[in-house]
């Protein structure tokens, strides 16, 4: 199993960016694909996430608002589209996949497989 993250970059505060997390190895039906952040000096955290085939999505509440997650089982690809960026969403961003369904109500946690992250860098 495979999870490959890309997407990350350089940008200005306010702008944009879209992450593609590609899936490959096995079907992830039943399962939820989380997105985390690690920023140096920090420990990871929970950003967001997408219930695989059933489509519910679920934020941190900074995120909101501002992040989009969604995902294309034709192509086994779940994106993370963020918007208006601040400096301190500068981060390493990690897409992870869990088996079974998230309801929300807790961070996301204890994920079975994790993808190499990709550095996105905001400047102010």
């Known amino acids: 199993v495979q999870l490959q993250a890309s997407g990350g970059g350089l940008v200005q505060a306010g702008g944009s960016l879209r992450l593609s997390c590609a899936a490959s190895?096995?079907?992830?039906?039943?399962?939820?694909m989380g997105w985390f952040r690690q920023a140096r000096g920090k420990e990871r955290e929970f950003v967001a996430a997408i219930n695989w085939g059933h489509g519910s999505t679920y934020y941190v509440d900074s995120m909101k608002g501002r992040f989009t997650v969604s995902g294309d089982s034709a192509k086994n690809t779940v994106y993370l589209q963020m918007n208006s960026l601040k400096p301190e969403d500068t981060a390493v961003y990690f897409c992870?996949?869990?088996?079974?369904?998230?309801?929300?109500?807790?961070?996301?946690?204890?994920?079975?497989?994790w993808g190499k992250g990709t550095l996105v860098t905001v400047s102010s």
């Open positions: 992870a996949a869990r088996a079974g369904y998230y309801s929300g109500g807790y961070l996301l946690r204890d994920m079975h497989y």
């Open positions: 190895g096995r079907t992830f039906s039943g399962y939820v």
